[in-house]
T-cell receptor, first 113, second 111 residues
Framework: EPEVTQTPSHQVTQMGQEVILRCVPI?????FYWYRQILGQKVEFLVS????????KSEIFDDQFSVERPDGSNFTLKIRSTKLEDSAMYFC???????????FGSGTRLTVV | KQEVTQIPAALSVPEGENLVLNCSFT??????LQWFRQDPGKGLTSLLL?????REQTSGRLNASLDKSSGRSTLYIAASQPGDSATYLC??????????FGEGTQLTVNP
């Protein structure tokens, strides 16, 4: 069964550093998403991406965050200057079309120290 | 703003028992509802997707129902097994837009 692949599985970074989280969505999917889950809390929406542009973003997704689909297969989330509160599990998800369900990756656990 | 609530927060049952997990949402203008399973420290595995026009979906021992007008969904698990132990998440979606998640029900099935 096709999978959404995320790398790395775990990343530790120092506060103030830039990080890039990488995702390879399912190849024929058209909608791409990033969600995050702070330990013990709900899964929260960050951003959706369709037709090579952001279609929606949450209030969490401020100027420190950016997304890119550089080569038609990868989908990245960049955090420019990490804060302690950015520590969370970050999930990439993709969807074929509107009527289909989401497929989530296994996540990247980001720890900011 | 959509709010999703799941009851109970935690449930412990003996193996073989049938059980029901509940999900409620405040805005009935949903596009679909999806149930996920999450194992500790792991990703989200999709279990069932119900479109807003549907009343229920079944997969194996799982059955999910949707009552959009009352803002409720249930996930029924038949003949529970220890391998079913996980957190079950309910998420509702609007057209072309984000999923809103509940906090989940942590299920433990005891052998």
């Amino acid at each position: 069964e096709p999978e959404v692949t995320q790398t790395p599985s775990h990343q530790v970074t120092q506060m103030g550093q830039e990080v890039i989280l990488r995702c390879v969505p399912i190849s024929n999917h058209l909608y791409f998403y990033w969600y995050r889950q702070i330990l013990g809390q709900k899964v929260e929406f960050l951003v959706s991406f369709y037709n090579n542009e952001i279609s929606e973003k949450s209030e969490i997704f401020d100027d420190q965050f950016s997304v890119e689909r550089p080569d038609g297969s990868n989908f990245t989330l960049k955090i420019r200057s990490t804060k302690l509160e950015d520590s969370a599990m970050y999930f990439c998800a993709s969807k074929f079309i509107e009527d289909y369900g989401y497929t989530f990756g296994s996540g990247t656990r980001l720890t900011v120290v | 703003k959509q709010e999703v609530t799941q009851i109970p927060a935690a449930l412990s049952v003996p193996e073989g028992e049938n059980l029901v997990l509940n999900c409620s949402f405040t805005d009935s203008a949903i596009y679909n509802l999806q149930w996920f399973r999450q194992d500790p420290g792991k990703g989200l595995t999709s279990l069932l997707l119900i479109q807003s026009s549907q009343r229920e979906q079944t997969s194996g021992r799982l059955n999910a129902s949707l009552d959009k007008s009352s803002g409720r969904s249930t996930l029924y698990i038949a003949a529970s097994q220890p391998g079913d132990s996980a957190t079950y998440l309910c998420a509702v979606g609007r057209s072309g837009s984000r999923l809103t998640f509940g906090e989940g029900t942590q299920l433990t099935v005891n052998p």
